[in-house]
């Protein structure tokens, strides 16, 4: 997912020395209470995912009773606690979006009540580079219902020190349940082929061009995409980073409309203007279709340009998992969630992200469960070691040695433009396809 995160190693240190130094006081905790928390952008054009998501965290909670019942596999002694969730906003108003200095504080407000077991965050995965080592020195179970960059967990994928400079005791404390950005990318370039066969069919190359935001999310992904196409038969015209703060892309535009890509692919969010670059694609007269990843898949994308734009070209998003549109079709516990989720909210969750939220929240209460005490190593290592497919809303859920999901379901979806009712036209993304190696 997201990643607004381009400062360099050394300097994210500093942040992190003066982040741990603050406020070393102990508190004595509650015996108790359980508390959970969670770090996601609740300010900025992100809250309407990250709505969704808190929604299905506390469903996941108040299915739970707001309890829980623990009995210590050493002592036998079974104790029950109240959950207590707080959903802090790693994002400022100011600056839209998350902030270093946000998720920091956050971080630490976590690290130092002794009540609080799991953090489950972040959204954007350039915050959990700032938060992952502050909580993995506290040995406390981080659970992400976002994070997809595969450098956060996977050696030789990012940097020379990436991912053991977010692990400084050496413990692994961090999980996510949603598949990475080395599978999305491949199922991206895939899918491409798939769409352009009948052109390879006649003979005729299928050409892209790439562009990038400069974060290491969107260019991660963007260069796995142009590192992969050759291995599915696509020639790369090109490939350019834009600044993200730059309000109109339409020479970038008119420049690409001159090699007559059959595809543009944006290694972006949202956030980052995924929404701009297709306006600008279409404005200057290109109707070739544009493909990004799931920091794309969202409402507030479809939101951002006209019907008319959308009904002139197309815009794809890859997605890792099922759509809720999907998810309420298949039997079990993704559709009895989506019931859930509308009776309790009055309404079906609106973004897709709201699943993992949920599954995050059920996660986090298993790993309590089979920790069987109120002692965050005991709880990481019982994430880590003792969660086997376990029944989760969005399919099996176990985890690798590295925290990473072995759930590898992805989905295909469009823009769409749909009339309702009243006669308004509105834009919205609708599944096209499971997507699968």
């Given at each position: 997912?997201?990643?607004?995160?381009?400062?360099?190693?050394?300097?994210?240190?500093?942040?992190?020395?003066?982040?741990?130094?603050?406020?070393?006081?102990?508190?004595i905790?509650?015996?108790?209470?359980?508390?959970?928390?969670?770090?996601?952008?609740?300010?900025?054009?992100?809250?309407?995912?990250?709505?969704?998501?808190?929604?299905?965290?506390k469903l996941?909670?108040?299915?739970?009773?707001?309890?829980?019942?623990?009995?210590?596999?050493?002592?036998?002694v079974?104790?029950?606690?109240?959950?207590?969730?707080?959903?802090?906003?790693?994002?400022?108003?100011?600056?839209?979006?998350?902030?270093?200095?946000?998720?920091?504080?956050n971080?630490n407000?976590a690290?130092?009540?002794?009540?609080?077991?799991?953090y489950?965050?972040?959204?954007?995965?350039g915050?959990a580079k700032v938060?992952?080592?502050?909580?993995n020195?506290?040995?406390?179970?981080?659970?992400?219902?976002a994070?997809?960059?595969?450098?956060?967990?996977?050696?030789?994928?990012?940097?020379?020190?990436?991912?053991?400079?977010?692990?400084?005791?050496?413990l692994?404390?961090?999980?996510?349940?949603?598949?990475?950005?080395?599978?999305?990318?491949e199922l991206?370039?895939?899918?491409?082929?798939?769409?352009?066969?009948?052109?390879?069919?006649?003979?005729?190359?299928v050409?892209?061009?790439i562009i990038?935001?400069?974060q290491?999310?969107?260019?991660?992904i963007?260069?796995?995409?142009?590192?992969?196409?050759?291995?599915?038969?696509?020639?790369?015209?090109?490939?350019?980073?834009?600044?993200d703060?730059s309000?109109?892309?339409?020479?970038?535009?008119?420049?690409?409309?001159?090699?007559?890509?059959?595809?543009?692919?944006f290694?972006?969010t949202?956030?980052?203007k995924a929404?701009?670059?297709?306006?600008?694609?279409?404005?200057?007269?290109?109707?070739c279709?544009?493909?990004?990843?799931d920091g794309?898949f969202?409402?507030?994308?479809?939101?951002s340009?006209?019907?008319?734009?959308f009904?002139?070209?197309?815009?794809?998003?890859?997605?890792?998992g099922?759509?809720?549109?999907?998810?309420?079709?298949?039997?079990g516990?993704?559709?009895?969630?989506?019931?859930?989720?509308?009776?309790?909210?009055?309404k079906?969750?609106?973004?897709?992200?709201a699943?993992?939220?949920?599954?995050?929240?059920?996660?986090?209460?298993?790993?309590?469960?089979?920790?069987?005490?109120?002692?965050?190593?005991?709880?990481?290592?019982a994430?880590?070691?003792?969660?086997?497919?376990?029944?989760?809303?969005?399919g099996?859920?176990?985890?690798?040695?590295q925290?990473?999901?072995?759930?590898?379901?992805?989905?295909?979806?469009v823009?769409?433009?749909?009339?309702n009712e009243?006669?308004?036209?509105?834009?919205e993304?609708?599944?096209?396809?499971?997507?699968k190696?």
């Open positions: 997912m997201p990643i607004r995160f381009s400062i360099p190693l050394a300097t994210l240190g500093l942040f992190l020395v003066i982040g741990l130094a603050a406020g070393r006081r102990e508190s905790g509650d015996d108790k209470v359980i508390k959970i928390v969670s770090s996601l952008p609740r300010s900025g054009s992100a809250r309407g995912q990250t709505d969704t998501i808190v929604n299905g965290i996941a909670f108040q299915e739970a009773g707001g309890e829980i019942e623990l009995t210590d596999p050493d002592t036998k079974t104790t029950r606690y109240k959950i207590e969730y707080a959903d802090l906003d790693d994002a400022t108003a100011a600056a839209g979006q998350w902030t270093i200095e946000q998720e920091i504080a971080a407000q690290r130092m009540d002794p009540d609080v077991m799991a489950i965050g972040t959204y954007n995965s915050a938060s992952m080592p502050i909580l020195r506290a040995h406390m179970l981080m659970v992400s219902p994070n997809t960059a595969e450098r956060l967990t996977k050696p030789m994928t990012g940097e020379r020190h990436e991912p053991d400079c977010y692990r400084p005791t050496k692994v404390n961090y999980i996510r349940v949603v598949p990475t950005d080395d599978l999305q990318s991206s370039v895939k899918w491409i082929a798939e769409l352009f066969a009948e052109k390879k069919k006649k003979g005729r190359g050409q892209i061009y990038d935001d400069s290491t999310y969107g260019q991660g963007a260069n796995n995409v142009e590192k992969l196409s050759k291995k599915y038969g696509i020639e790369v015209l090109g490939h350019q980073s834009i600044d703060k309000q109109e892309f339409s020479s970038l535009m008119t420049t690409i409309k001159g090699l007559a890509p059959d595809l543009i692919y290694g972006g949202t956030q980052s929404g701009q670059l297709f306006k600008d694609m279409v404005k200057v007269g290109m109707v279709p544009m493909m990004g990843p794309c969202e409402q507030a994308m479809a939101d340009a006209s019907a008319d734009t009904e002139k070209a197309k815009f794809y998003a890859t997605f890792g099922l759509p809720i549109d999907a998810l309420k079709k298949i039997p516990r993704g559709a009895t969630f989506v019931r859930s989720y509308a009776d309790t909210y009055g079906e969750p609106g973004e897709a992200y699943a993992y939220g949920y599954e995050c929240g059920l996660v986090v209460l298993e790993a309590l469960k089979q920790a069987g005490k109120k002692d965050r190593d005991a709880i990481r290592i994430a880590l070691t003792k969660i086997k497919n376990f029944p989760g809303a969005t099996p859920v176990s985890f690798d040695e925290g990473d999901t072995t759930n590898q379901t992805m989905s295909g979806n823009v769409v433009v749909k009339t009243k006669g308004e036209r509105k834009a993304f609708e599944f096209v396809k499971p997507l190696k």
